[in-house]
């Protein structure tokens, strides 16, 4: 892995983790968008400009694929690099969400 792509996406932001987690599936932005505030409770909204912004440069950096279009929306999916960025944030969420419960003491 391209150690540049790994300083520039770890840690995500939130946009960017909900982004990649929400294209494990094939997705278009408004279909994420919606997904996310459904996810969090409205507690995360992506407006278009940072959706779409995001969704062009994960593409541009491998981490997400154009898959087709539908009805003049780019359905997109995430890709082998992707999953592995996602995974990676996914493990230091966990990390520290345990040692947030003091499991590192034990």
């Not at 505030?37 to 507690?43: L, P, Q, S």
């Not at 999916?77 to 990676?88: V, Y």
Request: net charge positive.
């Amino acid at each position: 892995m391209d150690e540049r792509i790994k300083r520039v996406y770890v840690p995500m932001t939130e946009t960017g983790f909900y982004i990649l987690f929400c294209l494990q599936e094939e997705m278009h932005g408004y279909n994420i968008s919606q997904n996310v505030k459904k996810m969090t409770g409205g507690g995360v909204t992506i407006s278009p400009g940072t959706m779409y912004g995001t969704l062009s440069k994960m593409e541009k950096d491998g981490l997400i694929a154009f898959v087709r279009e539908e009805e003049k929306r780019k359905l997109y999916r995430i890709t082998d690099l992707g999953q592995k960025i996602l995974n990676i944030e996914l493990q230091r969420i966990e990390r520290l969400y345990r040692n947030s419960k003091g499991e590192w003491m034990a």
